[in-house]
């Protein structure tokens, strides 16, 4: 089964740090791009960025750029969303989504279940 | 950024119903949208890519058009399980998402 599984909610800090995960399985994950997208309470999917898992490019939205840090280990399947200070406002679920294989449509046809972030002092 | 104008915001309606919600570019995106379907406390699903292109597995009740500016997503017969909150997403440039429309059955 072609699937994504992400990590566990967390709760934080503002000020902390917080890596959470993605990973793919049941298809070969070089060969797919992983995108971040972030769905804040209540509200609508707001796209962050993508990476290519074989060499590690990004690409990040301008309302993101600077403040998470997209990376990759293909070594174990795996695709990351950082933060290395966060905020009250990083209050979320977090998907990661599987970009169909190109040179298809920008597409995101396999997402992971969501991770919850809690950001509160 | 391309800014995605989705409408309505909600709606109601009949199982059996024929439903249409529009979504509209702030420029030319051609056919480079896509449709999502989310349900409470899921994650999205593709349902629609480029404009007009079922995805795999997916009911033939759901169809989608239009080009250019102006794309139309349409459920031919309301079904209980499409309680969902549905997404058009454009890839012409910077990924973006429309605002939502909210579906809910009378």
């Known amino acids: 089964e072609v699937q994504l599984v992400q990590s566990g909610a967390e709760v934080k800090k503002p000020g902390e740090s917080l890596k959470i995960s993605c990973e793919g399985s049941?298809?070969?994950?070089?060969?797919?791009?992983i995108n971040w997208v972030r769905q804040m309470p209540g509200k609508g999917l707001e796209w962050m960025g993508k990476?290519?898992?074989?060499?590690?490019?990004?690409d990040y939205s301008p309302s993101f750029q600077g403040h998470v840090t997209i990376s990759t280990d293909k070594s174990i399947s795996t695709a990351y969303l950082q933060w290395s200070s966060l905020k009250a406002s990083d209050t979320a679920m977090y998907y990661c989504?599987?970009?169909?294989?190109?040179?298809?449509?920008?597409?995101?046809?396999?997402w992971g279940q969501g991770t919850m972030v809690t950001v509160s002092s | 950024d391309i800014q995605m104008t989705q409408s309505p915001s909600s709606l109601s309606a009949s199982v059996g119903d024929r439903v249409t919600i529009t979504c509209q570019a702030s420029?030319?995106?051609?056919?480079?949208l896509n449709w999502y379907q989310q349900k409470p406390g899921k994650a999205p699903k593709l349902l629609i890519y480029?404009?007009?292109n079922l995805e795999t597995g997916v009911p033939s009740r759901f169809s989608g058009s239009g080009s250019g500016t102006d794309f139309t997503f349409t459920i031919s017969s309301l079904q209980p399980e499409d309680i969902a909150t549905y997404y058009c997403?454009?890839?012409?440039?910077?990924?973006?998402f429309g605002q939502g429309t909210r579906l809910e059955i009378k």
């Open positions: 989504a599987r970009r169909r294989e190109l040179p298809g449509p920008d597409a995101f046809d396999i």
């Open positions: 049941g298809y070969s994950f070089t060969n797919y791009w």
């Open positions: 990476i290519d898992p074989r060499d590690s490019y990004t």
């Open positions: 420029q030319d995106i051609t056919d480079y």
């Open positions: 480029d404009a007009s």
């Open positions: 997403q454009q890839f012409d440039n910077i990924i973006t």
